[in-house]
């Protein structure tokens, strides 16, 4: 048998996927979870001397991402988009708002729940349901959270997943 056809009899009998390094293997199966926040608008005044500087502190698969601060209108529409590439499953997301301010940045409340500021809430990479709330939203779906507690806000986004 010549080096030629003995080289190719040698690759035909090796699978393609193990000449793929695991980590190429992972990597194409990674999702990119992206948290879109749309609109968020002051249900009370979060400054007691100027107006809010919000900014949102989204965390995705532990992962931690921040916003630039915006001058608080009635309404802001920053459409802020916060992305993290993910394993295939069901990941963890938090959401907060937050006041920037000269001292400490307050949290502003978004949560229907008493004591509880942020949102936290599942996603589905392979479904793409988003649960964690009184019901369950699929991707690409607007959702709506506001809070009760003072310092308070409605806050607007949507969850995608791409592949």
């Known amino acids: 048998m010549s080096k030629t056809r003995w080289i190719a009899a040698a690759l035909a009998a090796v ?3 193990a000449t793929l390094a695991p ?3 992972e990597a194409a199966n990674e999702r990119e979870v992206t948290v879109t926040i749309n609109k968020i608008k002051a249900l009370d005044q979060a400054d007691v001397y100027s107006k809010g500087d919000f ?3 989204v965390t995705i698969d532990g992962t ?3 916003t630039q601060p915006v001058k608080q209108d009635a309404e802001i529409t920053p459409n802020w988009k916060i992305s993290k590439k993910v394993k295939p499953g069901t990941i963890k997301v938090k959401v907060e708002i937050l006041d920037k301010d ?4 307050d949290p502003i409340d978004i949560n229907k ?3 509880k500021r ?6 589905n990479t392979k479904s793409c349901k988003v649960e964690g709330f009184s019901s369950a939203y699929k991707c690409g779906k607007t959702i709506k959270r506001a809070g009760a507690e003072d310092k308070k806000a409605e806050l607007s986004f949507v969850v995608t997943v791409k592949k």
């Open 15 to 17: 699978p393609l996927a």
């Open 118 to 123: 942020d949102l936290d809430f599942t996603i």
């Open 64 to 66: 931690t991402q921040s």
């Open 102 to 105: 000269v001292s400490q940045d």
């Open 55 to 57: 900014y949102a502190r």
């Open 23 to 25: 980590a190429t293997l």
């Open 113 to 115: 729940v008493a004591n």
